[in-house]
């Protein structure tokens, strides 16, 4: 089985609780965590689409990848918007983590299903869009083709972790719908839409793409059955 989530927001200091955005978000790591145990086997992959941790330095956030890294299955790891702890790929293997893995600029296989992606950015229809948010959309939009590159064997899936949504506000797809499709993604999941923002998923198939909207408070944080 592949599951997955996005926007743990775990949080070892306790200083950021989440309820503050609402009583959904009361007790959300226990919530995550009791799902995770119940539905996710040794031999099951975990897909995590950004927003791990609120920690800002990866000596931090280990406390709460090691609680992920007890959890059952593997688990992929891209960037999201606020994991300030994101660090080179050299630093986060010197970790030692068991059974987690990162990605950016690379990819990964498992069961002859291929894992790609990237952070993503905010669409270029948002109000205030300038010249550097073009720089890191175009930028994030070449660590996607990177990852998508980069095996070159058949593969029997293809699947895309995105943190951003890759549509603009208007629902319409964007640049990276298009990257997908010039690689034949079967699926992407992605995540970072929360309460109102809700309103902004797009779900279902797309360009011959299937897309799954995985925040944890979309999926009310029971992880979501991708394969």
């Not at 058949?154 to 690689?183: A, R, S």
Request: hydrophobic share 35%.
């Amino acid at each position: 089985m592949i599951y997955g989530i996005g926007d743990l927001h775990l949080d070892y200091s306790k200083e950021k609780p989440m309820d503050i955005f609402g009583d959904k978000w009361i007790n959300h790591e226990d919530k995550i965590f009791n799902s995770w145990k119940v539905l996710v086997k040794e031999k099951d992959l975990v897909l995590l689409p950004g927003d791990i941790s609120w920690a800002l330095q990866l000596e931090e956030a280990y406390y709460d990848l090691e609680r992920i890294d007890q959890l059952p299955g593997t688990k992929i790891i891209t960037k999201g918007n606020h994991d300030y702890w994101w660090s080179g790929q050299k630093k986060m293997r010197e970790l030692d983590l068991k059974t987690i893995k990162f990605l950016q600029n690379n990819s990964y296989i498992y069961d002859d299903i291929g894992i790609f992606g990237s952070r993503g950015w905010t669409p270029e229809d948002v109000e205030g869009f300038d010249n550097h948010d073009n720089k890191i959309f175009n930028r994030e939009l070449h660590r996607l083709e990177l990852s998508l590159s980069s095996i070159k064997k058949e593969l029997d899936k293809k699947i895309v972790m995105l943190h951003y949504p890759p549509f603009n506000l208007d629902l319409t797809p964007n640049g990276f719908v298009d990257l997908m499709e010039e690689y034949n993604v079967d699926i992407c999941i992605y995540g970072h839409l929360h309460a109102e923002g809700h309103r902004f998923a797009v779900e279902g198939e797309l360009q011959g793409i299937q897309f799954y909207c995985v925040s944890s408070d979309y999926i009310d944080f029971k992880l979501k059955r991708i394969i």
